[in-house]
């Protein structure tokens, strides 16, 4: 079970890992993250417990196995961008998976 603030949580967390992977012209991942965004967001914009579970079995299954989205960083040229790049994103992956509990 979530908490009251779980789904809004996630939510934020993957529309700011979206904004990351667009910026960087991922299109692999990113389907996984919008669809796990559709469901916390569904058509009244309220989600509810169902909802999150199921954008937490998208995020789960991505993570899954080798060649997960766990797997996934970021390359820059510049060294210096390329651990900030990666550091923002491994902060957003656990900040979902302590928010959805996994």
């Not at 991942?29 to 309220?46: F, H, N, P, Q």
């Not at 080798?66 to 923002?88: C, L, P, S």
């Not at 491994?90 to 998976?97: F, T, V």
């Amino acid at each position: 079970m979530t908490t009251e603030r779980g789904p809004e949580e996630a939510c934020r967390l993957l529309c700011e890992l979206r904004s990351i992977l667009q910026q960087h012209k991922e299109r692999n991942w990113i389907r996984g993250i919008e669809a796990a965004i559709g469901e916390l967001e569904g058509e009244s914009g309220i989600a509810n417990q169902s909802k999150f579970d199921a954008a937490r079995s998208i995020y789960k299954t991505m993570n899954q196995g080798g060649r997960g989205f766990a797997e996934y960083f970021i390359w820059h040229v510049n060294e210096d961008e390329r651990i900030a790049a990666n550091q923002k994103l491994d902060s957003l992956r656990s900040e979902l998976w302590k928010v959805f509990e996994l």
